[in-house]
């Protein structure tokens, strides 16, 4: 029986998001904190649709690391696989607040600290989705992890699933990036990335064959880039390329996390055998909730007018 729907694996932190709107880091004065990091945001996203996430992460054994644990909790998550770091601090990310691409600066410490012990053989096997990001490979021990685990799932017959979010902030070395990158996908994952990840990821701007010729080489089936308000992309190896446009948002109120939302839907679409046309639908429904609130997705969701599509 597969008890566990996605496992997210990669890192947890805190996100401190500026209170004034499009203003930039350095003239930002109050901020407000959040329960952040890609793969965390899917597993609550996750958890509040529905779905059965376990979350394998690293935060610090100090008053952030509490307050993750009580935010986990309190969204329904098992916290078994979080392990609480005695010699590093929890992990903090000061962002801007936008209706762009959010600026952003991270403090790292206690979330790449994920060790093989925190995910058994026995939990990947009862998994359906093995989900990851870019972010979680782009530091040791994590990254040794993921791999190994990534192998596993693998050969267990679990889907995977990559959010390459690159920056160079988080990743300096751009050919390491890469390399580390191939390796993940010859396991053939579900592929997201927007056009700045591209953009930042190749140092350039390159054209969507590009892109979906670059990642199909590299042995994988389907690949959705995010194009913000210019819509959605997917290309599947097996049955074509497939355009969405953007739905139309009066006001955007943050943008942080709407990735994250997205790719929650994406994957909850997959999970239920749903067409890459209705996946893509689902997802944007999701990303524009979070475009209009601040934080996690709202509790007042229709989860049944966004999911039975």
């Known amino acids: 029986m597969k008890s566990i729907?996605?496992?997210?694996?990669?890192?947890?932190?805190?996100?401190?998001?500026?209170?004034?709107?499009?203003?930039?880091?350095?003239?930002?004065?109050?901020?407000?904190r959040f329960l952040g990091g890609s793969p965390t945001n899917v597993a609550v996203n996750a958890s509040r649709i529905g779905l059965k996430p376990l979350l394998v992460a690293s935060c610090g054994q100090d008053g952030l690391g509490d307050y993750i644990i009580r935010k986990l909790k309190s969204n329904s998550i098992d916290v078994s696989s979080v392990k609480k770091i005695?010699?590093?601090?929890?992990?903090?990310?000061?962002?801007?607040?936008?209706?762009?691409?959010?600026?952003?600066?991270?403090?790292?410490?206690?979330?790449?600290?994920?060790?093989?012990?925190?995910?058994?053989?026995?939990?990947?096997?009862k998994a359906k989705i093995f989900h990851t990001t870019c972010f979680a490979l782009s530091k040791n021990p994590a990254r040794t992890t993921i791999l190994n685990r990534?192998?596993?799932?693998?050969?267990?017959?679990?889907?995977?699933s990559i959010d390459i979010n690159f920056s160079e902030r988080i990743w300096s070395d751009r050919g390491e990036a890469k390399r580390v990158l191939n390796e993940y996908?010859?396991?053939?994952?579900?592929?997201?990335?927007?056009?700045?990840d591209c953009y930042r990821l190749f140092g350039e701007v390159k054209s969507e064959e590009f892109i979906f010729d670059y990642f199909h080489s590299l042995g994988v089936t389907i690949i959705c880039l995010t194009k913000g308000k210019k819509g959605v992309v997917v290309s599947d190896l097996k049955k074509g390329v497939f355009f969405q446009e953007a739905i139309y948002i009066n006001e955007i109120k943050d943008t942080t996390g709407?990735?994250?939302?997205?790719?929650t839907g994406?994957?909850?679409?997959?999970?239920?055998?749903?067409?890459i046309e209705?996946?893509?639908?689902?997802?944007?429904?999701?990303?524009?909730i979070k475009l209009q609130n601040v934080g996690r997705l709202p509790d007042n969701i229709n989860l049944e007018q966004i999911l039975n599509v």
């Open 185 to 196: 996908l010859l396991n053939d994952p579900l592929v997201k990335l927007s056009e700045d």
């Open 86 to 125: 005695d010699t590093e601090p929890t992990s903090v990310i000061f962002v801007s607040k936008s209706t762009d691409t959010p600026d952003f600066i991270p403090y790292r410490q206690a979330d790449c600290n994920i060790t093989i012990e925190q995910l058994t053989d026995d939990s990947i096997e």
């Open 5 to 32: 729907d996605i496992i997210c694996i990669g890192e947890v932190l805190i996100d401190f998001i500026g209170h004034e709107i499009n203003t930039s880091i350095n003239r930002t004065k109050d901020y407000h």
């Open 258 to 263: 709407a990735g994250d939302a997205f790719w």
């Open 266 to 275: 994406f994957l909850y679409a997959q999970i239920n055998k749903k067409p």
């Open 150 to 160: 990534a192998k596993k799932a693998k050969e267990l017959g679990v889907q995977l």
């Open 278 to 288: 209705q996946c893509i639908t689902i997802a944007q429904k999701l990303a524009s």
